[in-house]
């Protein structure tokens, strides 16, 4: 049978989640988000592996379309699209950089998904490893970092994230499919919030197959009997994603959907040292450090992999490697400041009933069983490497150093990478910046204007929402008046006290008011928001602004705005009503910002 969510009348035992009445806020402004997908390539499907190359599960032949693309077009899908969007070039080989590179590339460019796009390969990597060095990062924590195993890949998503200061990071994987139009404010609906006396920093969504059941679609076999582990995780699954309340604390997570706080990418890496399962032992390494992941029984993506080629022996053999790690990072765990003890019944059903005393005696009694089936089938090259699990799980797969030390080592590490990207961000973002395949080359003058044509600025007027009611002709002419200015990260926008003669509405990015003096942060505002328009009133700024990330503002100065008043009166009283219902949705923010910090939101339990 196929563990399935029915019971024998073949009714549905997963509750009927209907789309749910959520409240997101207009702009997701509060968060600057990342989405990072890796993308596995191997040699051409009549090559074989080859010593050296890395191991995945299934890598795409270089000769083959793969399930990239289809990723990308369902993109297309989502309301919301404001991320960057990173995606990891991972080849099996170094000698297929360049030319899984170059298809990358193509596939996204066909795809055509209208998100700021950067592609990052193992040579990116390599040059962002020597600014690591130049910076005094040690050595010790260039392990943390690599594009061939599944640990050290997801904390290259982490890297990337940081480069680009996303204050939240997405995990996708390049063999799922979106079906929910508000998946990106649906993922950050609760992020960073307080629920059940803690803070949601890290936010899980679940898989749903090609049946729409959330369950792996895995034929039940009698050396099951003592490695249920299908069967646990159902149980598991019923109990966290099959039942009310929307969002409950979980002891496994996907890695293909993970949402996760800058304050927990930030501080907790993937262990570099386990080799499957790097998902579900983040969530381990996350309770030590005293995050919580929450799953969200509404956030699903569909999961539609590539088959598995590797036997049941090699399986099971991956499973012992990771589960009798963990044991042993959980059992060799000593009172320390800043951590938490935990228990591998914290994380039952799954992933904890494999982490007991037990563990021995199951994984000898299920490989028997299974070396009996493999010699029942005439397969005595199956039965011999099943025999062999037993002699690894004796002798080999329990590590020979402390786990939880090593574990340690490689988070304070992690930290020395995390403090260097903030200090040398600018180098690092020159390096991504080269792959942003959807930023065309900025030319600006010493006054930031960028030197483009009427036509463009007319076009990126008509890409705005703002400017909806904007016919093309009153565009135009709104694009006469106005001038575009673009600053990148940390640049100064202006100044308080300086003069204050034009108004900002912002096209793209992000930028802070801040507090002359102490810089102290008044105002996050993004795509949408205007800044300036006291200038219609006072002849100087009150703030310093400066850009967050790279932002881009339609100019148009208080002598063109009364220009056009006087020339065009309907279109510029338009204009006028777009920069007043601006500043009203501002002193909104504003309140609501100083009513949270004075009234903390508890999610209440049955949400």
Not at 459 to 481: T, W
Request: aromatic share 10%; proline share 4%; glycine share 6%.
């Amino acid at each position: 049978m196929f563990w399935d969510n029915s019971d024998k009348s073949g009714h549905s035992l997963v509750p009927d989640f209907k789309k749910p009445d959520i409240r997101y806020r207009e702009r997701e402004l509060v968060m600057r988000k990342t989405m990072v997908i890796p993308t596995y390539w191997g040699r051409n499907s009549d090559e074989e592996w080859q010593e050296g190359d890395g191991v995945f599960d299934h890598p795409t032949p270089l000769d083959r379309e793969g399930t990239l693309r289809r990723t990308l077009e369902s993109m297309k899908i989502l309301d919301q699209r404001d991320f960057k969007l990173v995606i990891l070039v991972c080849p099996t080989a170094e000698m297929l950089e360049d030319e899984v590179t170059d298809k990358v590339k193509k596939i996204i460019r066909e795809a055509n998904v209208s998100v700021e796009t950067y592609i990052f390969t193992p040579r990116d990597l390599e040059k962002s490893m020597e600014v690591l060095k130049q910076a005094g990062v040690y050595a010790k924590a260039f392990p943390l970092l690599d594009l061939k195993h599944y640990a050290t890949v997801r904390n290259v998503c982490l890297f990337t994230a940081a480069i680009l200061a996303a204050e939240a990071v997405i995990l996708i994987d390049d063999d799922e499919v979106f079906e929910l139009p508000d998946f990106i404010p649906r993922s950050m609906e609760f992020l960073g919030q307080r629920i059940y006396g803690d803070v949601v920093y890290g936010v899980a969504g679940y898989y749903l197959n090609k049946d729409d059941r959330y369950y792996d679609d895995v034929a039940e076999e009698g050396w099951m009997t003592y490695w249920d582990r299908f069967g646990t995780k159902a149980r598991g699954f019923d109990k966290i994603i099959g039942r009310q309340p929307r969002l409950k604390r979980t002891p496994f997570a996907f890695g293909g959907a993970m949402i996760m706080h800058k304050e927990l990418f930030h501080t907790v890496p993937f262990d570099p040292m386990i080799t499957r399962g790097e998902d579900v032992d983040y969530v381990i390494n996350s309770r030590m450090y005293g995050f919580s992941f929450f799953l969200d029984n509404t956030l699903s993506i569909k999961h539609l992999p590539e088959p598995k080629s590797h036997p049941r022996w090699r399986s099971m053999r991956e499973d012992i490697y990771r589960f009798v790690y963990e044991k042993e990072k959980i059992a060799s765990q000593y009172e320390t400041d800043n951590m938490t003890m935990i228990s591998a019944e914290e994380f039952n059903p799954y992933p904890g009933e494999f982490l007991g005393r037990d563990l021995e005696d199951n994984i000898y009694r299920s490989n028997m069983m299974s070396a009996m089936d493999y010699i029942s089938e005439g397969d005595s090259e199956g039965a011999l490497e099943a025999m062999e699990n037993i002699r690894i799980a004796k002798k080999d797969a329990a590590p020979e150093y402390n786990a939880f030390t090593r574990y340690r080592e490689a988070q304070k590490n992690w930290i020395k990478v995390i403090r260097a990207v903030k200090e040398n961000r600018y180098e690092l973002r020159k390096i991504m910046e080269a792959n942003n395949l959807t930023q065309p080359a900025i030319i600006r003058d010493e006054e930031h204007v960028k030197r483009i044509g009427l036509k463009e600025i007319t076009e990126d007027i008509m890409k705005q929402e703002f400017f909806s009611d904007l016919n093309a002709a009153e565009a135009h002419k709104v694009a006469e008046y106005s001038n575009i200015k673009t600053f990148y990260e940390n640049e100064r926008v202006f100044s308080s006290g300086d003069i204050n003669d034009s108004m900002y509405l912002i096209l793209k990015g992000v930028v802070s008011l801040s507090i002359p003096g102490d810089e102290t942060e008044v105002a996050l505002l993004g795509k949408g928001d205007i800044v300036g328009e006291s200038c219609l009133v006072h002849e100087s700024f009150g703030t310093n602004c400066t850009a967050r990330e790279f932002t881009e503002f339609l100019i148009m100065s208080r002598d063109n705005m009364n220009k056009l008043l006087s020339e065009d009166p309907v279109l510029g009283t338009k204009i006028l009503k777009i920069v007043i219902s601006g500043m009203a949705r501002k002193i909104s923010d504003s309140n609501q910002k100083i009513h949270e910090i004075m009234y903390p939101r508890e999610i209440p339990m049955d949400e």
